[in-house]
């Protein structure tokens, strides 16, 4: 189940959809969604409580990366919640090789995606 829904989630990047995630307080939890507002408020918390700026990236095509863009990748399959909800351990990293390598492969080879920056938060001085 979470595979596909990894599946599912490259075939909308991959056809255009607007599709955004930023990293939460927690290591490795991400959030995705397709309207950035629901974001900012999650990116400038965890500036916050980092101490780091944090970034908001557009999901992109592996393809279409370029040079300065970076690759979310699910490092890890993780049990689904109560309600069924696929979870993962997400990893940003600088290459499409590190991604490669990375990627969880419990149930085949997981997508893995560009990312662009799209808006980047400063901590709260």
């Known amino acids: 189940m979470s595979i596909d829904y990894l599946e599912d989630l490259e075939k909308s990047v991959d056809n255009g959809s607007d599709l955004y995630v930023c990293p939460g307080v927690q290591s490795s939890e991400w959030e995705i969604s397709s309207d950035i507002e ?3 408020k999650k990116a400038q918390r965890t500036a916050n409580a980092s ?3 944090c970034h908001i990236y557009r999901l992109i095509n592996k393809g279409d990366a370029l040079s300065d863009d970076a690759f979310l990748v699910v490092r890890k399959i993780l049990d689904p919640t109560a309600k069924g909800e696929p979870r993962f351990q997400w990893s940003i990293v600088d290459t499409k090789e590190a991604a ?24 709260a001085k």
């Open 51 to 53: 101490k780091y700026q």
């Open 100 to 123: 490669e390598m990375m990627r969880d492969v419990s149930q085949g080879p997981s997508p893995y995606f560009g990312a662009s920056i799209e808006k980047t938060f400063e901590p």
């Open 38 to 40: 629901t974001l900012e």
